[in-house]
DNA sequence: CCGCGGGCCTGAGAGC
DNA sequence: TGCTCTCAGGCCCGCG
């Protein structure tokens, strides 16, 4: 699904279809996406140029020549696909897998750089927004949001800092994006699995009484970096690869350690556990009861 | 303010 | 084979 790595990923391989491209073509075929699209969508995107590509939590960020924002979030099952302009193409060319998809393809935007990207999302939880560049960070999305995990601003004071006092367990804590931004289910399992720590456990045990980082932050940091940057690695080789197959740019399955494992041997060494299920709530965590403390 | 649970939406997969 | 049911999860919102 994609998080934190997967929108990373996709705004890799939109870059160069879109940096210093003008707008050149705007088809809209499905407004009512999870919020629906301005009325005037079309109107203040055409004849912009994309002046730089960027990603702040889940959400990729085109700055535009006007002073405004294209805001891209790719909800549960959005994609893009880039694929070249003026070309014939045959109906379907790029579905041979899945013939029916082009009914999910709801946006598409012709480049001035010869590409053309389309949004398909099944689901409809992606959106797309438009917001003046100075209101962007006091704005509605991103006022609460959390620092960065890969950003310098992210460390263990700062993490100590946001769930002292929580009454919530590690798993819950993590996923908020208040405390954290871009991690989703499926990486806070992985990112707990390689801190060794229970899903169970209290997220307000990452302070001491006084505030300050204990241990176990500092280490759940670090696992958090880690596991994040070897997730976008994996996406930038996944990425080439899919790109010459279908041109479709989305999530794709990395290989996960505990996520959808369950009842699976654990693979840490010498562990011998066995992945355990359990519904935090509302949602799935998977975890290995034995190495995981 | 905080934590929790429902709802949005569709496709995949299970079970009968 | 085909129907129905459940589940998946990012994020908003309303409830207690």
């Given at each position: 699904?994609p998080e934190l790595p997967?929108v990373e990923?996709v705004r ?40 730089g590509l960027g990603r702040r939590a889940k959400y990729i960020l085109a700055d ?5 924002v294209l805001i891209m979030h790719l ?53 797309m927004r438009?917001v003046?560049r100075?209101e962007l960070e006091r704005g509605p999305l991103f006022r609460a949001i959390g620092p960065e995990p890969l950003g310098?601003t992210f ?22 994006q208040k405390?954290v931004a871009g991690l ?44 994040l ?65």
């Open positions: 699904m997967e990923t890799r391989g939109l870059e160069p279809a879109m940096e210093d491209a003008r707008f050149t073509s705007i088809e809209v075929r499905r407004a009512d996406l999870r919020f629906p699209l301005p009325k005037d969508f079309v109107q203040r995107l055409i004849g912009k140029t994309v002046t535009l020549s006007s002073g405004e909800g549960m099952s959005g994609s893009f696909r880039v694929s070249r302009s003026n070309r014939e193409k045959t109906p379907g060319e790029f579905y041979h897998e899945r013939a029916n998809d082009a009914k999910h393809d709801h946006i598409v935007f012709e480049m001035s750089s010869g590409w053309t990207l389309t949004f398909n999302d099944p689901r409809r939880f992606g959106f438009l003046a100075n310098n460390d263990a004071a700062k993490l100590a800092g946001a769930c002292k006092g929580k009454k919530s367990s590690l798993k819950v804590a993590l996923s908020d405390v989703g289910n499926i990486y806070v399992c992985e990112v707990l699995y390689h801190a060794r720590l229970s899903p169970k456990r209290m997220a307000s045990m990452l302070a001491n009484n006084k505030g300050e980082p204990t241990e176990t932050a500092y280490t759940l940091v670090d696992a958090i970096k880690v596991v940057n070897e997730a976008i690695k994996a996406g930038g080789s996944s990425l080439r690869d899919h790109r010459q197959t279908t041109g479709e740019l989305g999530y794709f399955q990395h290989s996960f350690r505990v996520y959808d494992r369950e009842g699976e041997i654990c693979m840490t060494p010498g562990c011998g556990g066995k992945i355990r299920r359990i519904v935090q709530t509302g949602r799935s965590t998977f975890y290995c009861p034995v190495c995981q403390r």
